[in-house]
């Protein structure tokens, strides 16, 4: 991880107010290099103008409106529309105003136990996510229900899969760097592929990650188990890999991400906020 990516982590996990400089386009949380490019016509832009971001690395410009109130009113609007997650304001005209002491919570509120037991079961945020079978590395069967009580990181991958691979290290970072949270919890489930395979891939990669045997014995299976014993398409999970889902104390999806995303580590603020906020 660079040094400004460090501190930066650093600042989110404080809850410190950010103070970046505007043209810092590599402060900017989460955002990848489409996005930086992005932040950088947004610099170069007219007043008025706003950049606002999401969780996930959603984020959206507008510039040259008639005041910064319709600028940041039509941004967020757009940026609304590409994302389940909250979006926030970044910058807005010549000022950076972003608040890192509210970014960790966007992942909120939380649900009760009481409305976790009536939500629908599926992979939008706020719904239940279904109760997927699998297997660890000693052939022990474990459920996503298992795991209730607990933050779980869902992570959908493939060795045959470019993106996935590019990945894997920036989140071996954030799983390392959660290894002291007890109520923090990783499963990375290999997809089309026998479970031998994506392991000793990793293995030759150098990459320790929690892997589990999601079944699938080679490339022409694409169906997960279920805990009933019934099986679930992986479109149904994941439109495309990799796909990543971060699942409450209760079970709730409250982030989904379609694709690789960038800078990992910098998501352990919300992780932390997760396992000290959900399961009430």
Known sequence: MKKRGLILALVLASG??????????????????????????????????????????????????????????????????????????????????FDAKAWPKLWGPYSTAEAAKQAPIGTRRGERFPDLSFRDATGQTHKVSDFRGKVLVLHFWGTWCGPCRRELPDLQRLVRQMEKARDVSFVFLPVREPFKAASEWAQAQRLHLPLYDSGVDGRGENAFLLADGSKLPDRKVAGKFPTTYVLDKHGMVIFAHVGDASRWPEYAPFLKDAAASSGK
């Open 16 to 97: 410190a107010v950010h103070s970046a400089d505007l043209r810092d386009a590599e402060a900017v949380p989460q955002l990848g290099p489409y996005g930086v490019e992005g932040y950088r016509e947004f610099l170069a832009a007219g007043r008025h103008r706003a950049f606002v971001i999401a969780p996930g690395g959603a984020w959206a410009w507008r510039a040259d409106l008639t005041s910064k109130e319709l600028a940041e009113r039509a941004v967020l609007n757009d940026c609304q529309e590409q994302t389940q997650q909250t979006c926030v304001l970044y910058a807005v005209d010549d000022r950076v105003v």
